[in-house]
C-alpha cells in the first residue's frame, strides 16, 4: 500500500524526545507516530493494561503490530495484565503473518504480593511462550531501559529477535547500573566515584553490542528507516520448525 510517506524520513525531534533524567517518564506514543507511516497507527485494548501498547500500522505501506512499553504508566513495568494482553497480541500477529516491531524501555515486572499470588510468573511466562512460537519476522528497538527478565519477555535477541537496535541512551543489562554499583561496591570507601564511573561505563548500549545482543546502536531519529530496511531483509524470512503437534502453552 503506498502511504506517500518517505521510507527515508528522520524525525529529529526523537533525538530530543527522552529526558535526561532515566527516570523521568516520556509517551512512547509520541516514538510511535514519529516513526509510523504518517503518524497514524490503531491501538487495540487502550484502556487495559495501559502499561504497554498494543497497536497496528504501517511502515513503508506494511503492516506491522507494535508493541511498545508506556513509560508513563506505572515506569512501563510489565504486570499479570499487560502479559496477558501482549501475548494475545503476539499470537494474534503470528496467526495472519503480521510481522511484530517492539519498542523497549522496561525496567522490571511490577513487584508486590498481589502480582506474586495473582502469578506473575505464570503470566510473564505467556509472553516468553507467544514470542518463541512466533515465526514471523520480530524486530525490536531498545529506547532506553531493558533490564533482566523482562526485557527478556520483550523479544530480546536470546527469545529470537530477527534484529535488534538500540538508542544511544539504551541501558541492558540485568538491572540498573546505579543499583548494581550500590551493591557491588557497598563497603567500599570511594563508593561514590567508583559507581560514578560504573554507571557511566555500562549505562550505555555499547557494552551489549560488544557481546552481541544488540545489532546495531542507531541515532534515534533513524528509528524509522532502520525498520524499514529490517522489513526489507525479512520479507523472505521463514522458519523451519521440527514437526509436533503443538506447543504446550503455560495457561
Given at each position: 500500500v503506498d502511504t506517500g510517506d518517505d521510507p527515508t524520513r528522520e524525525d529529529e525531534g526523537l533525538n530530543s524526545l527522552l529526558p535526561d533524567n532515566s527516570n523521568m517518564p516520556y509517551d512512547m506514543k509520541d516514538v510511535i507516530a514519529a516513526t509510523v507511516d504518517n503518524g497514524e497507527y490503531y491501538e487495540v485494548q487502550p484502556f487495559y493494561a495501559t502499561n504497554i501498547i498494543t497497536c497496528f500500522a504501517?511502515?513503508?505501506?506494511?503492516?506491522?503490530?507494535?508493541?511498545?512499553?508506556q513509560p508513563k504508566v506505572m515506569a512501563g513495568c510489565l504486570d499479570?495484565?499487560?502479559?496477558?494482553?501482549?501475548?494475545?497480541?503476539?499470537?494474534?500477529?503470528d496467526a495472519f503473518n503480521i510481522p511484530i516491531v517492539n519498542f523497549v524501555d522496561v525496567p522490571g515486572f511490577l513487584p508486590g504480593t498481589n502480582q506474586e499470588w495473582g502469578g506473575i510468573i505464570r503470566h510473564g511466562a505467556k509472553m516468553l511462550y507467544a514470542y518463541s512460537e512466533a515465526t514471523v519476522?520480530?524486530?525490536?528497538?531498545?529506547?532506553?531501559k531493558a533490564y533482566g527478565g523482562s526485557y527478556l519477555a520483550m523479544c530480546s535477541q536470546d527469545l529470537g529477535a530477527d534484529q535488534v537496535y538500540a538508542w544511544p541512551t539504551s541501558e541492558i543489562a540485568v538491572m540498573g547500573p546505579a543499583g548494581a554499583a550500590?551493591?557491588?561496591f557497598k563497603k567500599d570507601e570511594d563508593k561514590d566515584a567508583k559507581t560514578a564511573k560504573y554507571v557511566e561505563e555500562f549505562a550505555t548500549p555499547y557494552k551489549a553490542a560488544e557481546r552481541g545482543f544488540v545489532d546495531v546502536v542507531i541515532e534515534p531519529k533513524q528509528t524509522r528507516p532502520a525498520v524499514i530496511n529490517a522489513l526489507a531483509m525479512l520479507a523472505s524470512k521463514r522458519e523451519n520448525r521440527a514437526p509436533k503437534k503443538h506447543g504446550n502453552i503455560p495457561l
Open positions: 504501517r511502515f513503508d505501506g506494511q503492516s506491522v503490530g507494535i508493541i511498545a512499553n499479570i495484565n499487560a502479559s496477558d494482553k501482549s501475548s494475545r497480541f503476539i499470537r494474534f500477529c519476522p520480530k524486530i525490536t528497538v531498545i529506547t532506553r550500590n551493591i557491588i
